[in-house]
């Protein structure tokens, strides 16, 4: 079974009812045992990063994730939360890729946050992620710190800079759009993902 | 920049999808989730869904509505309309809805825009603003989903826009009432007066009536998106045919 980690999101719903469009059967939970216990995991997130940092320790669910051998993706906010650190309120995330989040630097003619279809860039042809998806498609951003570009970056896109917008290593994966409000090309990177052996 | 959004706009009234022109004799043009399939499927970036009884009308309104919209929609969505409390926005916002936009109730009382990007972040939370150009002035309206009280707030459009971003809004939609429901084009003039100080994603609304509106009101002001509602309704401009449009015209579009 697929579970969506519930840290308190605002969009913990539509990310359930894309599952439900795929057919896909899921729970939402914020149970550790439950969480370790998946097939999957997917960790949605809108809202600030030590927001929804201090709700993994609230509920005890960072050793969970930390120690996940199940295909994992973050979606938005959760694929910042892979990371070791976030800029924003100085967060404390999973580590499990390494490196920092940062704001997004966005010059004078642009507005902060980045929200929008933005082109996704892909950087890489081996991608499980994003096998069957055009170099280029649009998807929906909305986000305001972001990700490095490193050697687990498959797709990057640009607002002000270039960040890392798609990731996966071995087990670990990331979206900074919202696959889930991503139209057809969103739904098909969900489906990628639920596609990954486990 | 990402690409400039087409955003179709469904006037909701007790469950259904209604439109007036310059806000009255409002008519049913259909179910919500017919049509938000509909837009969905014709290549729509983003939906606002605006609840124009729930603006007026002081009383708890049914939203679950937004979930059923919620399921179908595979692109963002807002909803707008008798917001006035964390607690309505934070419903709406659990039932599925992306963004909430707040319109009188921020009038009102201005400290509710504070409250709202506090709680759930500048990105889901959209000002709607009605100005009219009354000759000497851009003035922002109230209640304008009500022909009984709709009234003009004595305020300046171009003071409201500052105040709105000050406090945290993500977005600014503006209506310019003059030409809404006309469909003679977007009101360029206030547009760009909005456009000069304001610091936010604007979103164009009122006006459209032909696919060259939407390339005039891209090209001649530096709006994010451009929002209607009949000429989508009826047909007459179909977003497909839309969106080639405007790609022709070099205008960065999601095809």
């Known amino acids: ?198 | 920049m990402p690409a400039r959004r087409i955003i179709p706009c469904l006037d909701v009234r007790d469950g259904v999808v209604v439109k007036g022109v310059k806000f009255r004799n409002h008519r049913v043009v259909g179910d919500i989730v017919e049509l938000a399939e509909r837009y969905r499927d014709e290549g729509a970036d983003e939906i606002v869904l605006y609840d124009i009884t729930a603006s007026t009308e002081d009383r708890g309104v049914d939203v679950s509505w937004i979930s059923r919209v919620a399921r179908v929609l595979d692109i963002p969505f807002a909803v707008a309309g008798g917001i006035r409390s964390v607690e309505q926005a934070a419903r709406r916002l659990e039932f599925g809805a992306d963004k909430i936009s707040i319109n009188s109730p921020a009038l009102e009382r201005p400290g509710l825009i504070d409250e709202l990007a506090a709680r759930f972040g500048s990105q889901c939370i959209v000002v709607g603003i009605d100005s009219r150009n009354d000759g000497a002035d851009f003035v922002t309206h109230q209640y304008t989903g009500n022909p009984d009280k709709s009234r003009s707030t004595g305020r300046s459009m171009i003071e409201w826009v500052r105040e709105v971003q000050d406090r945290g809004a993500g977005e600014i939609v503006l209506n310019c009432m003059n030409s809404d429901g006309v469909r003679e084009g977007y009101d360029i003039e206030q547009l760009a007066a909005a456009r000069e100080v304001c610091t936010l994603p604007l979103i164009a609304s009122g006006g459209a009536g032909a696919k060259e509106h939407f390339a005039d009101v891209f090209e001649k002001v530096d709006v994010s998106g451009a929002l209607a509602a009949s000429i989508f309704h009826s047909g007459e401009i179909p977003i497909p045919d839309l969106k080639r449009y405007l790609d022709q015209c070099k205008i960065e579009i999601r095809l």
């Not at chain 1, 005890?60 to 650190?85: D, F």
């Not at chain 1, 946050?113 to 992620?129: E, I, Y």
């Not at chain 1, 649009?138 to 798609?166: K, L, M, N, Q, S």
Request: charged share 20%.
């Open chain 1, 1 to 198: 079974m697929t579970v969506i980690v519930d840290l308190g999101c605002a969009n913990l719903a539509s990310v359930g009812y894309a599952l439900e469009r795929l057919g896909v059967p899921f729970k939402i939970s914020r149970d550790a045992s439950e969480i370790s216990a998946a097939d999957r995991i997917i960790l949605p997130g809108v809202g600030s990063a030590s927001f929804s940092a201090r709700q993994l320790d609230s509920r005890e669910l960072r050793a969970v994730l930390v120690k996940a051998t199940q295909p994992i993706l973050g979606v938005c906010l959760g694929m910042q939360l892979l990371y070791e650190t976030s800029e924003e309120g100085d967060a404390i995330c999973l580590g499990l890729l390494s490196g920092m989040v940062t704001r997004l630097e966005v010059s004078a003619v642009e507005t902060w946050p980045h929200m929008g279809w933005s082109r996704l860039r892909q950087t890489r042809n081996d991608s499980r992620l994003l096998s069957g998806i055009d170099d280029g498609a649009y998807a929906y951003f909305v986000h305001g710190f972001c990700c490095p570009i490193d050697d687990a970056t498959v797709g990057e896109a640009e607002y002000g800079a270039r960040f890392a917008a798609a990731v996966e290593k071995d087990n670990v994966f990331g979206c900074q759009f919202h696959p889930e409000r991503s139209s057809a090309m969103g739904a098909k990177i969900l489906k990628n993902f639920l596609e990954v052996p486990c």
